[in-house]
């Protein structure tokens, strides 16, 4: 709980004291201090924060006593607070001018999750991502807030994996994954804002955004071949791979050259 408290923008002391007092009806400043373990000065200082952001009530007795508020009552306190800011920041703060269709990279896990976090919650219409079971974990909780507002969202899966998503698609997870370095993902948003990424265990996470519309059709158009050949393979699973072998390798031996069948692999391409 310190760790969303500090989220809604209170510092890890005020946290602690906040959930201090929730648990009574009211503390002086002394028992506080024994309850969080820290100095009198540092947590008076605190309470007074709390007070000042109206988390906390001072009751005027001998000693000075203090009273959490209540969190439903802070969080509508502060969804007040935000979206008067936010209102008024759009209505200020006109977008700048488009200068066309733009590349940007980010490097690191926190820079790529707010990435995720972003692109789909700003999706109104259509989610399509392509991700392996291992890193699922990534979108699902944004994917289940975007499809509670009414957007369609779908994922094809390499892998199996429990989920509430309403709509994923699984495919055949290659024989030679656990050797795969590297786990690459797509994320199209509306059919216009497109990520496209790589996890694994001995790469640093990145990922490159775009809004140009030739990465949007590709992601679009390689998701449509993904949707097509996993209902081929439910339907003739079988017969293809009597014909072609596993994975398709009597085709892939015929342009091992042209394809990267390494890179195929790490890919998921065996799907």
């Not at 506080?32 to 947590?43: D, G, I």
């Not at 369609?152 to 509430?164: D, F, H, K, P, Y």
């Not at 998701?223 to 791979?241: K, N, S, T, Y």
Request: hydrophobic letters at 40%; one cysteine or more.
């Amino acid at each position: 709980m310190i760790e969303e408290l500090r989220k809604i923008g209170l510092s890890d002391l005020e946290a602690r004291c906040y959930l201090a007092l929730h648990g009574e009806s009211s503390l002086s400043g002394y028992e506080v201090a024994k309850r969080v373990s820290v100095s009198r000065t540092n947590v008076y200082a605190a309470l007074r924060a709390l007070s000042e952001k109206g988390i906390c009530r001072m009751i005027e007795a001998d000693p000075v006593l203090y009273e959490a508020v209540p969190i439903g009552d802070v969080v509508r306190l502060l969804k007040t607070d935000f979206e008067r800011s936010t209102g008024m920041l759009l209505e200020e703060l006109a977008a700048p001018p488009k200068r066309g269709s733009s590349f940007g990279t980010w490097k690191g896990d926190k820079a790529v999750e707010l990435t995720i976090r972003r692109l789909i919650s700003g999706a109104q219409h259509t989610i399509l991502v392509d991700v392996w079971e291992e890193d699922l974990e990534w979108f699902e909780e944004e994917l289940l807030a975007a499809e509670r507002r009414g957007v369609q969202a779908a994922v094809m899966l390499i892998g199996r994996r429990s989920t509430a998503l309403k709509t994923v698609l699984n495919h055949r997870r290659p024989e030679d994954a656990e050797a795969s370095e590297v786990r690459r993902f797509t994320l199209l948003c509306d059919r216009t804002y497109g990520l496209i990424g790589s996890f694994g265990r001995r790469i640093q996470l990145s990922a490159l955004e775009s809004d140009h519309p030739a990465i949007a059709g590709l992601l679009e158009n390689a998701f449509a071949h993904d949707l097509i050949v996993q209902r081929i393979e439910e339907d003739f699973g079988a017969q293809l791979e009597e014909r072609y072998g596993r994975d398709y390798q009597a085709i892939r031996s015929l342009y091992g050259g042209l394809l990267g069948q390494d890179a195929e692999r790490a890919s998921g391409g065996e799907k």
